[in-house]
């Protein structure tokens, strides 16, 4: 079967080898992939055997912090190498581990690579998050006996879809895995579906409810003291998203002079051409990142162009806007903003969020447009109308708080491999 993988790889390599380069996902770090580890890193994986988590990317990332924190509470004699696949994930993975742990790229999953990896890192462990399913990682950990634990798993319509149609190639894949610990009874029954076993299978929830807990501020209180007036973010948006907000805010001025704006692209990479976009618009910008050198803020705008800030800047907001939700597929992640008690607004594409939009939207915990002209209409009410905003705000802090906990109920299933480690 390795061989069968191997050939499925070289030729999914093949032709996404043009995409690779026109979109330039090519970034520093990525010949790491091939299993060319630098030797100061081959030099500190040597010191001691490891519990390897997997996160391909910022909201995988998110999701396992809280894990990584409490195993390395459980288990301080072994070390934690955390592995991810974008840039965006590999330098937020970086800003939340601590100086002694290691931050990695991920294995291109070539039989070749795969084995260079697992020689060096000496994994004990391997946790990888949500949908991520890897045929010669899994194959290669476990005929070496190391245990793989899926946490936070789900897997979305589209997905399942997929992966039904191929089961066949992937049931000896997810028979090397120890236990999946899934997001919900959904997620579960679609695990179940693909042939695995029913006693490896656990719906514990959503870890990423469990980040909501910590509304550490990151000193943007001190940052934003000079905005008197309420504050509007919109996270993680996405092209075209960007232009409906700057038309939207240009026309809540008009009745309410003194908002101010913080838009923060999901891409960094993007600051520039959102940049230029604000000034088509006859508005200027201040950058986070000039703020955080110490320039003094002048602008009702400020646009992120860092990474690892957004959950801190939204403690700032009165009103949170979610991107990839009203152009784009599937939406990001409002469990944040959710819980710290901000109203959030979202568009009506949240389909990788599923389940949260179910228990948020449930609760009546969260409010959904469906253009441009709602976003303007929704964003009116909740400036002219504090006690609604107050109670969509509230409602999303209790339901968020009514099923946190998913990260203690994984470790629960996960104890006794921990205890062997």
Known sequence: MVIVYDLIFVVFCILYSPFLFLKRKW???????????PAELKRALAQKP???????????????????????QRVPHIGIVVSTVTPTGYALARTQMDEQDLVIYAPLDFSAAVHRFIHHIRPVLYIIAE??????????????????????????????RRYFAVRFLLRPVLKCVRMFCMQSPLDRE???????????????????????????????????????????????????????????????????????????????????????????????????????????????????????????LYCVADFVFIGKSLCGY????????AALGKPVVVGPNTQNFKGIMDILLQNKAILQVRSKIELRNT????LRDPAFARKIGQSA?????????????????????????
């Open 190 to 312: 679609r695990i179940l579906a693909l042939g695995v076993a029913e006693e490896k299978v656990h719906a514990v929830g959503n870890m990423k409810l469990d980040q909501a807990d910590d509304p550490e501020r990151f000193g943007f209180g001190n940052v934003f003291r000079t905005w008197k007036g309420p504050v509007w973010v919109a996270g993680s948006t996405h092209p075209g998203e960007e232009d409906i907000i700057i038309k939207v805010y240009k026309t809540l001025r008009i009745s309410f002079s003194n908002l101010r704006l913080v838009l923060a692209p999901r891409h960094i990479d993007r600051a520039d051409a959102v940049g230029s976009l604000f000034k088509q618009h006859g508005l200027s910008v201040q950058r986070l990142s000039k703020l955080l050198e110490g320039e003094d803020l002048h602008s009702d705008i400020v646009l992120v162009d860092t990474i690892g800030h957004l959950k801190h």
């Open 379 to 382: 964003m009116d009410k909740l």
């Open 50 to 72: 490891h519990i390897w988590v997997h996160a391909v990317s910022v909201g995988e990332v998110m999701a396992v912090m809280n894990l990584v924190k409490k195993l390395k």
């Open 131 to 160: 949908t991520e399913i890897w045929p010669n990682i899994f194959c290669a950990l476990a005929k070496k006996g190391v245990p793989i634990v899926q946490v936070n798993g789900r897997i979305s319509d589209k997905g399942f």
């Open 330 to 337: 599937g939406g990001q992640n409002m469990i944040e903003p």
């Open 397 to 421: 802090q209790n339901a968020i708080q009514a099923h946190q906990g998913a990260t203690e109920r994984t470790l629960e299933k996960m104890a006794p491999i921990l205890k062997n480690l």
């Open 27 to 37: 970034h520093k770090g990525f010949g790491m992939r091939f299993g060319f580890l």
